[in-house]
T-cell receptor
Framework: GENVEQHPSTLSVQEGDSAVIKCTYSDSASNYFPWYKQELGKRPQLIIDIRSNVGEKKDQRIAVTLNKTAKHFSLHITETQPEDSAVYFC?????????????FGTGTKLQVIP | NAGVTQTPKFQVLKTGQSMTLQCAQDMNHEYMSWYRQDPGMGLRLIHYSVGAGITDQGEVPNGYNVSRSTTEDFPLRLLSAAPSQTSVYFCATASGTNSYEQYFGPGTRLTVT
């Protein structure tokens, strides 16, 4: 099955700096790569996603890049703000056994220091 | 429009007890799944369903049962609770074949003593 590795597990940045979280996946058939943000005590929520036919996608201060050859993808947050503090999960999705499945990474706890 | 709801929010069980975690959705999504979240281990898939009457095992199915008799409901049953099942449980839905985006419920925090 799919295996998703995520680094780092914790990340502290000063407010205004950039943050980068990296993930690798193992199944070359995966074709969907979402990122979820989970604030303390809340449910995970989708913040951005990318499909395998696209190399980069941006949404305001958030961007995701995908390198299919190397099987890795990254989340970039620019001009970080205290409200960006949360746990971020990457995931890789694709058809497995005839059904769509999503496998999550282990999460990165981002702390933005004011 | 409530989205995805889960009950209870918190539960404490003794080892060996059984219980059912409830998940309901009003989004008419075909795809429903259960995850458990443990520190440092991300979200791990327990069971999933692609429609009423169809369920399958995920990554960590042992000790759990599911059924899907309606589109709206997807209960998760713990047969004989063990301390290793102490976790936060999330139900999630997705619309169907061409959409992987998952919508999570608020979660159930379960403690087994």
């Amino acid at each position: 099955g799919e295996n998703v590795e995520q680094h780092p597990s914790t990340l502290s940045v000063q407010e205004g700096d950039s943050a980068v979280i990296k993930c690798t996946y193992s199944d070359s058939a995966s074709n969907y790569f979402p990122w979820y943000k989970q604030e303390l005590g809340k449910r995970p929520q989708l913040i951005i996603d990318i499909r395998s036919n696209v190399g980069e996608k941006k949404d305001q201060r958030i961007a995701v890049t995908l390198n299919k050859t190397a099987k890795h993808f990254s989340l970039h947050i620019t001009e970080t703000q205290p409200e960006d503090s949360a746990v971020y999960f990457c995931a890789a999705g694709g058809i497995s056994g005839g059904y769509q499945k999503v496998t999550f990474g282990t999460g990165t706890k981002l702390q933005v220091i004011p | 429009n409530a989205g995805v709801t889960q009950t209870p929010k918190f539960q404490v069980l003794k080892t060996g007890q059984s219980m059912t975690l409830q998940c309901a959705q009003d989004m008419n999504h075909e795809y429903m799944s259960w995850y458990r979240q443990d520190p440092g281990m991300g979200l791990r898939l327990i069971h999933y369903s692609v429609g009423a009457g169809i369920t399958d095992q995920g990554e960590v199915p042992n000790g759990y049962n599911v059924s899907r008799s309606t589109t709206e409901d997807f209960p998760l049953r713990l047969l004989s609770a063990a301390p290793s099942q102490t976790s936060v449980y999330f139900c999630a839905t997705a619309s169907g074949t061409n959409s992987y985006e998952q919508y999570f419920g608020p979660g159930t925090r379960l403690t087994v003593t």
